[in-house]
């Protein structure tokens, strides 16, 4: 596989944008931290705040977080909570920009983050965006819009800017073209060998959260000029999807298991993956009415019933001609773990062959599911 010059920079681009978010308060932006995608972005940019992700993705918070939560709640939410409540103390290092934000806004998906919520509100002003679970229903869709105008209303109290309809609509067609960027990305991964490795794809696909938007754009930019570069060599390996849970920055294991043993990851179906960007807003409807559409659409697992994650998953599957899927879930994931049967059922009914890992951060079972990986990939060969 190639070196990229683009990937390089965005390995060193943490302090710089650190460096811009301390420039941005001292000027009096509002820092906004989110966990999901589905809290609209467009929204708090339209209010003139910025956005970081929160979401965890190390093992050496988790234990902080264990003095507060059970430890039979999934890692994801854990190294997050552990994060926050951490900030530089107990000897563990974080990310500093966990100390930074104004406000955090949460959304109503799993029943841990729940309440894990309501704890974190003794830490950091928290706000939460109800969804409903059911969404393909006309009173999901206006209770969501009930609930994304109140979010807006939030926005416009924390900035003390009003958002109007014209910014928007500027702020969706600027996310949309991030969106477009990566659609264009993710189409060269369909060359059989692909000319970048899935690990690395995942590394910017985790920072497309913290990156300002313009950064991640030129960022983009760049990389798809390297890749179309490249011409293809060298012999085809087991083309693998990974479907299941989020994998949160620092959190690379199972792709590097995978990658190293042979098989090379072509497609993500989860929130750090396709999920993100899969789906466009609608530029000519009205603006929030277009958002609440385009963001309940998103399958998490707490959707039920959730049809449109198997559809898609399958969807994905044709698209880059994947030779199997790795289902990969974080442990007391319930949605996902329970889901995994009915994906397991749709894709051996097409014909494709899975392979389910259940794990957390830690690194005491990478032997063991690296044996598991290396009879997959001999079975796909």
Partial sequence: MHCFESLDHLKNSYNTRISQIVDEKKAGKKLVGTFCLFVPDEIIFAAGADRIILCGGKNDTVSIAEQYLPRNICPLIKSSFGSIVNNGCSGVKS???????????AENTCDSKKKMYELLGDYVPTYVIDLPQRPDSPEALNYFLGEIYKFKGVMEQLTGNKITVEQLKMEIKSSNETRQLLHRFYELRKIDPPPIRGVDVLKLLQKQYFLSTEELKASLRMLINEVEKIKPDGT????????????????????????????????????????????????????????????????????????????????????????????????????YNIEKYKVQQALRKAGIPMLFIETDYSNSDIEQIGLRVDAFLEMLS
């Fill in 95 to 105: 990310c500093s920009h966990y100390g930074m934000v104004d406000l955090i806004v």
């Fill in 236 to 335: 085809h390996k087991p083309r693998i999807m990974i479907s299941g849970c989020p994998m949160s920055s620092g959190n690379t294991k199972v792709p590097e298991i995978i990658e190293s043993r042979g098989g090379v990851i072509v497609a993500e179906e989860s929130c750090t993956g396709t999920r993100s960007f899969w789906d466009l807003v609608d530029e000519n409807k009205d603006p929030m009415l277009a958002l609440a559409e385009r963001y309940i659409k998103i399958p998490c697992s707490c959707m039920s019933p959730n049809d449109r994650r198997i559809e898609n998953i399958l969807e994905l599957a044709r698209e880059f001609e994947v030779d199997g899927v790795v289902y990969y879930t974080l442990q007391f994931c319930h949605g």
